[in-house]
């Protein structure tokens, strides 16, 4: 196992020369440093939103840097992505603000 995981390390360098990181990123992948992308770029797991105000009106700025807004009958945030890790909300103006935790983890 040790000659396998020091092969890697100097593939990393190696690669990293001539400007290919997916070596590095593979590791990162491999040991849970950071998590796989889903088709629109966003990560997968958990995700944090902070109440903001954009000319007068409450929205969520995700940590993915798209400014949700919310629809005023509902609370719901519109076009927030799925996400099977927690959602995190920063902020307070927005007092009724539904995050659809169990329709978009899939628990009910």
Do not use: F
């Not at 593979?26 to 797991?45: C, K, N, Q």
Request: proline share 6%; with cysteine.
């Amino acid at each position: 196992m040790v000659p396998a995981a020091d092969a890697w390390v100097s593939a990393i360098d190696k690669a990293a020369d001539k400007g290919d990181h997916k070596p590095a990123k593979d590791l990162l992948m491999h040991t849970g440093t950071i998590e796989p992308l889903d088709s629109d770029g966003h990560a997968r797991g958990s995700m944090v939103l902070v109440a903001i105000k954009i000319d007068g009106r409450d929205v969520m700025k995700g940590d993915d840097g798209v400014v949700y807004d919310i629809d005023p009958e509902t609370g719901d945030v519109i076009g927030l992505p799925k996400t099977d890790g927690p959602v995190v909300m920063i902020g307070g103006p927005c007092a009724k603000v539904n995050l659809g935790i169990a329709q978009r983890s899939g628990k009910e």
